[in-house]
């Protein structure tokens, strides 16, 4: 009765495993789309203080609407801004890291954005819709990236 040889793990005649190209490719797409995310994300955090920051000084830049349903003061909306873009820097720089919880409260955070820009649509159009763009292309970043990146 003859059997096969035994192969140590470690030993240097042992067969490597090497992923298949597919799955090479594969990572380095999600990793691509995680830092595509948290640049994404950077960019509409740092355009949200911006924002935050005019609604604060309570600039003319801002045009309001006489009967809006969703009708705050300037300054509310300043705040609001402010916070979100705040946290959506530090969310970003998670996920240059790869955090895991980067991840997590970056779609809720760029959900958070979506909303928020979209009920401050008539205060400044343009604006709310760039980063409503720039926010939904995050939350689809950090959806299509596998589990482990």
């Known amino acids: 009765m003859t059997?096969?040889?035994?192969?140590?793990?470690n030993a240097p005649h042992a067969p490597k495993h090497h992923p298949p190209p597919d799955d090479a490719a594969a990572q380095a797409w999600a990793g691509g789309l995680t830092y595509f995310a948290a640049v994404m994300l950077?960019?509409?955090?740092?355009?949200?203080i911006c924002r935050g920051i005019m609604g604060l000084h309570r600039d003319?830049?801002?045009?309001?609407?006489?009967?809006?349903?969703?009708?705050?003061d300037t300054v509310s909306w300043g705040w609001i801004h402010l916070i979100l873009g705040a946290c959506a820097v530090v969310v970003a720089f998670g996920l240059l890291k790869a955090?895991?919880?980067?991840?997590?409260?970056g779609v809720t955070l760029a959900g958070l954005l979506i909303l928020a820009n979209f009920l401050s649509i008539p205060y400044y159009p343009l604006w709310s819709v760039v980063v409503m763009a720039l926010s939904a292309f995050v939350i689809w970043g950090l959806c299509?990236?596998?589990?482990?990146f």
């Open 3 to 9: 059997h096969a040889p035994h192969h140590e793990p």
């Open 42 to 48: 950077m960019v509409s955090g740092i355009l949200d």
């Open 99 to 105: 955090a895991l919880w980067a991840r997590i409260i």
């Open 60 to 72: 003319a830049v801002f045009v309001t609407t006489p009967k809006y349903v969703f009708q705050f």
């Open 144 to 148: 299509t990236v596998r589990r482990g």
